[in-house]
Nanobody
Framework: QVHLEESGGGLVQAGGSLRLSCVTN????????MGWFRQRPGKEREFVAA????????MYADSVKGRFSITKDPDKNSFHLQMNSLSPDDTAVYYC???????????????WGRGTQVTVSA
């Protein structure tokens, strides 16, 4: 059974930074990458960033390009999202999930952790 655990969220002022972490117990069959998604208040869950299991290819949503950086530690099955220059619009619950597809942005199954809350104050 796939297990995903996110951590690192919190309250930060606009312009600040946070580093999120995700640990998984296995590489999900059918996935080619691990991604971060977020669900902002009143909005649908949306893709944020992903990194391929093999190699270092990454993909980012336009809204976070240049501010967020996704990295991986394959030895520990862990993935990180460095978030800089945060704005109140980044306030959301952030989730990690295995992904697939040419843009690495499609969830590979219905595997989600509990998420970690990020709140950015103005």
């Amino acid at each position: 059974q796939v297990h995903l655990e996110e951590s690192g969220g919190g309250l930060v002022q606009a312009g600040g930074s946070l580093r999120l972490s995700c640990v998984t117990n296995e590489r999900t069959a059918g996935s080619i990458a691990m991604g971060w998604f977020r669900q902002r208040p009143g909005k649908e869950r949306e893709f944020v960033a992903a990194v391929m299991w093999v190699g270092g290819n990454t993909m980012y949503a336009d809204s976070v390009k240049g501010r967020f950086s996704i990295t991986k530690d394959p030895d520990k099955n862990s993935f990180h999202l460095q978030m800089n220059s945060l704005s109140p619009d980044d306030t959301a619950v952030y989730y990690c999930a295995p992904t697939k597809g040419a843009t690495l942005s499609r969830p590979a199954g219905d595997y989600w952790g509990r998420g970690t809350q990020v709140t950015v104050s103005a």
